[in-house]
């Protein structure tokens, strides 16, 4: 009996070791190919990059995976307690994996033939970052195998941390998914992973598992009794008291979702610029999944202000034009409210809402308003409804029936029921509407700091969810008589003052057997006239004049010093602003007559970090030798030394200030004027009114405006810069310099100011009637003779100076300047 015991245990041990080898050989085979775990050394995930204001405000998160990657350290013990209850209560004690678990799986696997889990998380770090998500033995024993690998590679926090980072999540609304734990946290409650309660943390645990079978909204009861779960869990491992988790699974889910997209109102055009600027400097992986973190320079409070200006300007001008129909026409013989809701809305003019047209009758219209999206599809619900007054709705009246615009006699006349509109409330009149429409009109605002070129708001158009297109850096427009400035500056920085006296008068230019000849706004001229005269009289004669006394090789070498123009071709009609540029590039050229002749370079970034904090991009390029010291030793106050170019001097540049104060005092833009405050500024209004432009500054800001149809057509007569553009920017500035003292502009030390006689520039007494204060450079001063510029009517241009296949639209339209 003992020898055939020992038979069969020799025969079993036999086996065993047989198994046991058949065993290796197969963990040794499999383990052949395994993955290099030391990858996760390296581990760089996909991260967002996240864009701010200037006082910090998020304004946009750029992702293809939405992670923000977080260090162990930053995720609170309650989190992690979460975590470790829901997936892997061993976590600390285990070498990779949970035996007792393991034990458990297999023996459901063999009863139920299923394949099923008691993956650790260090098994689920294995999987998700280098194996397949097969359902098979052989990726089950390698994800055992570099477990054990991992396990001895790295510390329990390092996995940890990898786990936290890398899981998904799942999304609340479509195309917001989140990875890892700080996005998660941001994306269901809007909150840092450090305010997260226990109840939060819990369900946020109870996600990775199937998200989509825990959705908050779709299956929330579900979401709930697995939340609890792993509060229970929690308690059991003694990370929360049980009055805790009593009060955690108490409380209702409270998931909150952060809306993706643009998050700071108003900022929309800013930041798709900003967007493009990233591409264009580190393209599209750097931004999708770098994780950089990107400081602007826009000013929240500026750029609503800005925004709000502009709106106002373009609706003016367009409710004058006449209403041009609904947006679409629905039908209201059931429940309107379902098919209003699929009419897009304006996202960011939330001051108006979708309607529907009920009833129509003398004295207005019934209107149904858009739902939202919690009740559109419910049959039978109240819908909310209001009416639109005649009154707010009398400008519609004139309204276009086949191009051409009709006076109607009622709202009936304009809008029948089942027409799609858009309105605003009005204010203390609960239920009450005004009648809107999106001005067809395009125009663009820049704001901007004229010592550094930090653009301050930006807005490129009266709507980005209309149209994206941004007519601030985009569109190439004539920028008109807003270009003078330039031209006036290059001659007083060539030896004339502006007491010098040009010819005001019908002028014909002559270049073999081509004629030009430019009139000024309005047909009329002025004889004789300062140069003061000519900036704020904006006249065109004087300005062609100057232009060729000087040569427009000089005119052309102040516009690419200025930054208007990369190449501008050397062709008088250039002189009154016909070659196309952007809003962007003449308030950079306005900064530097604005800061003392100093070049900038605009930006909309003042500083970009990659994910690790390295700074990569700084705008700000001045140096502080003194800024870092290792405390204070009575020194003297650190001075910023600016490197910037010197392109214009600053005398030349303190005239043409004084000269373009002037426009708003009593020239083309004097209704800035009434503002009270030091302000210079120049109109712009091309041929046929195509385009009208106002451009000023105070000491310490530059304000562009632009207006004109994206496909230029003219906007009408009289339309011009003063009496489109200027209103605006004086809506603007109204606002933004409203706690802020009058600040004049400084005059450099060494300038003469000379009373002059307006008409002729010769020197006058101080006082007297007729005189003004102009300010001369050293060795300068006012003519003691009469002398005019460009006398005579017929002159003949310089070689080239005129004519030019790129310059013959231009000259058939008359050159593009006019007011």
């Not at 009154?391 to 029936?401: E, F, G, I």
Request: proline residues 5%; contains cysteine; aromatic residues 8%.
């Amino acid at each position: 009996m003992i020898r055939l015991l020992g038979y069969f245990f020799g025969i079993g041990v036999m086996l065993a070791l047989v198994v046991a080898a058949g065993v290796a050989l197969y963990i040794g085979e499999v383990a052949k190919d395994l993955p290099d775990y030391e990858v996760l050394a390296k581990y760089e995930p996909p991260v967002t990059t996240r864009v701010h204001a200037s006082d910090g405000a998020l304004m946009a998160e750029f992702a293809r995976e939405r992670r923000l990657y977080i260090p162990i350290q930053a995720v609170p013990d309650r989190v992690k307690a979460a975590f470790l209850s829901a997936e892997d209560k061993n976590f600390y004690s285990h070498p990779g994996i949970d035996v007792i678990g393991l034990g458990r799986a297999v023996v459901n696997n063999v009863t139920t033939g299923s394949m099923q889990g008691a993956s650790t998380i260090t098994q689920q770090v294995a999987k998700n970052f280098l194996l397949s998500s097969d359902q098979t033995v052989e990726r089950k024993v390698r994800e055992m195998l570099l477990s054990f690998r991992i396990e001895h590679a790295y510390s329990k926090d390092r996995i940890l941390e990898l786990y936290l980072n890398e899981i998904y999540f799942g999304f609340v609304y479509a195309g917001q998914g989140a990875f890892g734990i700080a996005a998660a946290a941001l994306t269901y409650f809007d909150k840092s992973v450090n305010e997260l309660t226990v109840a939060e943390a819990a369900y946020l645990a109870a996600l990775p598992k199937g998200p989509s079978n825990y959705h908050p909204f779709r299956h929330t009861d579900r979401a709930i009794e697995r939340r609890n779960w792993v509060i229970d869990q929690m308690h059991e491992n003694g990370y929360i008291s049980a009055d805790e988790a009593q009060k955690a699974k108490a409380s209702p889910l409270g998931v909150t979702p952060r809306r993706g997209g643009t998050y700071l109102f108003a900022g929309e055009y800013f930041t798709e610029e900003v967007r493009r600027q990233l591409i264009a400097r580190y393209g599209e992986e750097a931004l999708y999944e770098g994780g950089l973190s990107v400081r602007t320079t826009l000013n929240p409070k500026l750029q609503l202000i800005a925004r709000t200006a502009l709106q106002h300007g373009l609706e003016k001008y367009d409710t004058l034009r006449g209403y041009r129909g609904p947006i679409t026409t629905i039908d209201v013989a059931g429940d309107w409210g379902k098919p209003l809701f699929d009419v897009k809305s304006l996202d960011d003019v939330p001051e108006w809402k979708v309607a529907v047209v009920l009833g129509v009758d003398d004295k207005g219209l019934q209107i149904g308003l858009k739902p939202n999206a919690q009740v559109s599809g419910a049959i039978g619900d109240k819908r909310e409804e209001g009416t639109v007054a005649l009154a707010d709705m009398s400008w519609a009246l004139r309204h276009k029936v086949d191009g051409k615009l009709v006076k109607a006699k009622s709202p009936a006349d304009v809008l029948k029921p089942g027409d799609v509109v858009y309105v605003g409330a009005k204010a203390d009149e609960p239920g009450a509407y005004a009648l809107h429409q999106v001005p067809e009109i395009g125009g663009a605002m820049v704001a901007m700091d004229p010592h550094t070129g930090r653009v301050l708001a930006l807005v490129g158009g009266f709507s980005y969810s209309a149209s994206e297109f941004n007519r601030a850096t985009q569109a190439y427009r004539q920028p008109g008589s807003s270009f003078k400035p330039i031209v006036y500056s290059a001659a007083l920085d060539n030896g004339y003052t502006p007491a010098s006296v040009v010819l005001d008068a019908p002028i014909r230019i002559v270049q073999g057997n081509q004629v030009w000849e430019p009139k000024n706004y309005g047909g009329e001229s002025g004889g004789p006239s300062t140069l003061r005269t000519g900036i704020e009289r904006s006249r065109n004669l004087m300005t062609v004049r100057l232009a060729n006394d000087m040569g427009m090789n000089l005119v052309v070498e102040y516009a690419e010093r200025f930054g208007v123009y990369d190449k501008l071709l050397p062709y008088l009609p250039m002189a009154l602003g016909s070659g196309e540029t952007t809003v962007m590039r003449m308030v950079s050229a306005y900064a530097v007559m604005a800061n003392g002749g100093k070049q900038i370079k605009p930006s909309l970034i003042d500083r970009i970090q990659d994910r690790y904090g390295k700074t990569v991009f700084k705008h700000d390029e001045r140096s502080c030798e003194g800024c870092v010291t290792d405390g204070w030793k009575d020194q003297a106050e650190p001075q910023l030394i600016d490197n910037s170019e010197q392109v214009l001097d600053p005398m030349t540049a303190y005239q043409i200030t004084s000269m373009m104060e002037g426009v708003v005092r009593r020239g083309t833009g004097a209704t800035i004027g009434e503002l009270g405050y030091p302000l210079a500024g120049k109109t712009g209004t091309t041929n046929d009114e195509k385009d009208a432009w106002f451009i000023g500054y105070s000491r310490d800001l530059v304000v562009g405006v632009f207006m004109g149809y994206d496909q230029p057509k003219p906007m009408g007569h009289g339309s011009t810069g003063g009496g489109l553009a200027a209103p605006i920017f004086k809506e603007f500035m109204s606002v933004a310099l409203k706690d802020n003292p009058p600040t004049e502009f400084p005059v450099p030390a060494g300038m003469k100011l000379i009373s002059v006689d307006r008409k002729t520039g010769m020197r006058s007494n101080p006082g007297a009637p007729g005189s003004i204060v102009e300010a001369f450079k050293p060795g300068t001063g006012p003519a003691d003779s009469y002398w005019v510029i460009g006398m005579g009517d017929d002159l003949s241009a310089g070689s080239g100076e005129l004519l030019s296949p790129a310059a013959s639209q231009a000259i058939t339209t008359g050159g593009g300047g006019l007011y």
